[in-house]
């Protein structure tokens, strides 16, 4: 899959996972490990990210320098572990995730580019929904999760705010 991505003049950047790591014990129910990398402690946390670039490093993947938690969970820490394996950007912030998996403790939201503990924050997009069956809600920019004419508006916004940075999932 990286070679397939780099023969078509990407980049391949980190995501993680940690609980893929139950597939390693000799029982995977057993389900010892968080998903939610900010669950774990900062020695752990670089652990885990070092071991999770060597490999996707081993299969090819060049200057390897952003990452992305899994389910957006990760805290001020894990910005630590990523500066002490090398790493320059994380896209983990997820502002409507917040008191959910996202674990960050950052007062108020963000929403434009920041660095926090020597680390730039491209925080995922998000905006609030307009909707007829349920009440106004943050929502992130997904092309998963919100149509076509949902990102056309938010993006016609952002311009017309002099807004320069946009991160969709």
Do not use: W
């Amino acid at each position: 899959v990286v070679e397939y991505i780099l023969k078509r003049g990407h980049d391949v950047q980190l995501h993680v996972h940690p609980n893929y790591l139950n597939f390693t014990l000799d029982d995977p129910t057993e389900v010892r490990f968080s998903d939610l990398i900010g669950n774990y402690d900062l020695e752990r946390q670089i652990e885990i990210i070092g071991e999770a670039r060597h490999s996707l490093e081993s299969y090819g993947a060049l200057n390897v320098k952003a990452f992305r938690a899994g389910c957006f969970g990760a805290n001020e820490l894990t910005l630590k572990a990523l500066e002490a394996n090398g790493f320059t950007i994380d896209s983990s912030y997820n502002a409507s995730f917040l008191e959910g998996p996202c674990l960050f403790k950052i007062g108020g939201s963000i929403n434009q580019p920041i660095v926090i503990n020597g680390i730039l924050e491209l925080p995922i997009t998000n905006f609030t929904e307009h909707s007829y069956i349920r009440p106004r809600r943050l929502m992130p920019l997904d092309i998963n999760g919100v149509g076509f004419e949902e990102i056309r508006y938010v993006l016609l916004k952002a311009y017309s705010y002099g807004i320069q940075f946009v991160t969709i999932i």
